[in-house]
């Protein structure tokens, strides 16, 4: 597939302003009903619906400006008659009702692409399996020390189309997921970062890994000469892909394995950053607020999107040694009787708890498990080995996570809730222990959201 083309027929879409264009959008949380707010400034005709609960803080925003919505079915008659659909990344494209309406040759499309159409601001995009939201957090968190007016949003922060709609900045730092990606034809990244490509999603992509490293290589469309794309050299996946998606961009890259005639790398501890423009950036990684080899990367990529904009080396040292994480990802979650409690919730792929454990330097007892999305447990097996005494499953199904780990570790337990789980976990460990939640699984079975399951467990913390 070639990223750099349009291939999504959505060209000839539709202006702002004419009498009786119909948009609808699908799904009324953050993303839809920004994208409701934007389309209705720009003059469309606006139908929201969602085929479940609209929750109470987003039907105010609908009902206070007049936007027509329904929850908790789909009327196809009255969405049929769309002249575009934007969807709910959440919604996949194998779902009947998308299905339908491409059939129709309606186009569907993501808010980030609707949104992207009514801006002249610059978009630094960041995508990759695993530490999209650190790294847009982080480079985020350099923009607004640097003095830059700049937004936050995509798959983290407040809807990209709803700032579009009511604020006016000159940046835009965008988390873009390979669902959002998806639906993606026109929009551009002035600044694409790409982390890494490891498997998740497998499930939305027929477990094909090609289909899904298509996606995230779709960061690469509509690029020109005069834009940035930033990858890591040392992501076997990427290096791959790019054998057969070529950027046009100019092109910057990071690695923590060897010296780079231009871009970030490790010498002596030192963070180097040299693009060729003065001067040259170093800092140790001792001073690095984020610390742990996949938080190296995540720093150099941010590092490197702060140097093509030119800041100040001061600017930039001082942000990456005061940057506080965000909530669910490697956040500490108390200390009792001298064992500490981790909260990783975020870590929803197995990669991304594979690299929880690499930062750990203590006895760990695991919390896994979730709703599987077709996970290879094999890639944990040594770092468990080694480093994990006792992992206990939290989900209704954990039969793959036993099978995957009964040869090494001695203790297996399974629990049903995030207290439960908590309470096994403090009578396992021992003072000087980690107890760490690292689920390596979505959180549906049993929670709302990875959010709500990582509450849960700082509360189940909080109460022993």
């Not at 186009?107 to 978009?123: D, L, Q």
């Not at 026109?186 to 490891?198: E, P, Q, R, Y």
Request: charged share 25%; hydrophobic share 40%; net charge negative.
């Amino acid at each position: 597939m070639d990223t750099n083309k349009d291939i999504s027929g959505t060209k000839a879409f539709p202006s702002h302003g004419e009498p009786g264009t119909l948009i609808v959008i699908l799904g009324a949380a953050e993303s839809g009903t920004g994208a409701a707010i934007l389309a209705q400034k720009m003059g469309f005709e606006v139908f929201v619906s969602d085929s479940g609960t609209i929750a109470d803080q987003y039907k105010h925003e609908l009902a206070v400006r007049g936007i027509v919505f329904e929850e908790n079915k789909h009327s196809e008659e009255k969405i049929f008659s769309a002249k575009e659909v934007i969807k709910s990344p959440g919604i996949p494209g194998k779902a009947p009702l998308i299905k339908k309406l491409k059939e129709k040759g309606i186009p569907v499309i993501s808010e980030i692409e609707f949104a992207g159409r009514y801006t002249s601001a610059k978009k630094i995009c960041i995508t990759g399996s695993n530490g999209k939201s650190t790294t847009t957090m982080l480079t985020y968190h350099i923009l607004q020390k640097a003095g830059i007016n700049a937004g936050l949003a995509g798959n983290i922060g407040k809807s990209f189309a709803w700032q579009v709609a009511e604020s006016s900045f000159d940046y835009y730092v965008l988390e873009i997921s390979s669902f959002m990606l998806d639906d993606m034809y026109d929009f551009k990244a002035d600044i694409g970062v790409l982390l890494n490509i490891t498997p998740d999603h497998l499930d939305r992509y027929d477990y094909k890994m090609e289909n899904y490293v298509n996606s995230k290589f779709r960061i690469l469309q509509n690029q020109t000469e005069k834009d940035i794309f930033i990858y890591c050299e040392d992501d076997p996946e990427t290096v791959k892909g790019l054998q057969t998606h070529s950027p046009i961009a100019k092109t910057y890259s990071f690695s923590i394995q060897k010296k780079l005639d231009k871009g970030a790398y490790l010498l002596n501890n030192q963070l180097i950053i040299n693009l060729g423009i003065e001067p040259t950036f170093d800092m140790s990684i001792t001073e690095l607020a984020l610390q742990g080899k996949h938080n190296i990367y995540n720093s150099m990529a941010s590092g490197i999107v702060a140097k093509v904009l030119e800041l100040r080396n001061e600017t930039i040292r001082e942000s990456m040694g005061d940057f506080r994480n965000i909530e669910h990802r490697l956040e500490y979650a108390g200390g009792i009787s001298g064992i500490n409690f981790i909260n990783d919730s975020k870590a929803t792929n197995v990669n991304s708890t594979w690299y929880a454990l690499e930062s750990m330097t203590t006895d760990v007892v695991l919390i896994l498990g979730g709703v599987d999305k077709g996970n290879d447990y094999s890639m944990l097996k040594d770092l468990v080995r080694n480093k994990v005494k006792a992992i206990v499953c939290l989900g209704k199904d954990n039969k793959k996570i036993h099978e995957a780990f009964e040869d090494d570790v001695d203790i297996i337990v399974n629990t049903f809730s995030a207290k439960e789980a908590v309470e096994i976990s403090f009578h396992l460990a021992k003072k000087g222990d980690t107890v760490l939640l690292s689920p390596a699984c979505a959180s549906f079975d049993l929670f709302k959201n990875y959010e709500d399951r990582g509450d849960q467990f700082k509360a189940a913390v909080r109460d022993l």
